[in-house]
């Protein structure tokens, strides 16, 4: 799942050498934190949040197939 997020977000940002995923698993639950450079936090989160909403569910999405829930959590 981290991989496929940073996938994600290295095509978004300008500076893909910036953005690090990192996992967390508690119970059922499995967290990620995503951390970009400052001036493409906002080509992450996206107009209204939209672009931070489509990564949460493709996150969602694939978890699902390991029977869990995710998080993500955008980090400045």
Same mark, same amino acid.
């Given at each position: 799942? =981290? =991989? %496929?997020?940073?996938? @994600? #977000?290295?095509?978004? /940002?300008?500076?893909?050498? #910036? /953005?690090?995923?990192?996992?967390? !698993? &508690?119970?059922?639950?499995?967290?990620? =934190?995503?951390?970009?450079?400052? +001036? !493409? %936090? +906002?080509?992450? @989160? +996206?107009?209204? +949040?939209?672009?931070?909403? $489509?990564?949460?569910?493709?996150? $969602? #999405? #694939?978890? &699902?197939? &390991?029977?869990?829930?995710?998080?993500? !959590? @955008?980090? =400045?």
């Amino acid at each position: 799942m =981290e =991989e %496929l997020i940073s996938y @994600i #977000a290295k095509s978004l /940002v300008d500076d893909p050498d #910036a /953005v690090q995923v990192k996992r967390s !698993d &508690e119970d059922d639950t499995v967290t990620l =934190e995503l951390t970009v450079a400052q +001036g !493409d %936090l +906002g080509k992450v @989160i +996206g107009k209204q +949040g939209r672009t931070a909403r $489509a990564l949460r569910s493709v996150l $969602a #999405a #694939a978890a &699902e197939k &390991e029977n869990k829930r995710s998080r993500l !959590d @955008i980090v =400045e």
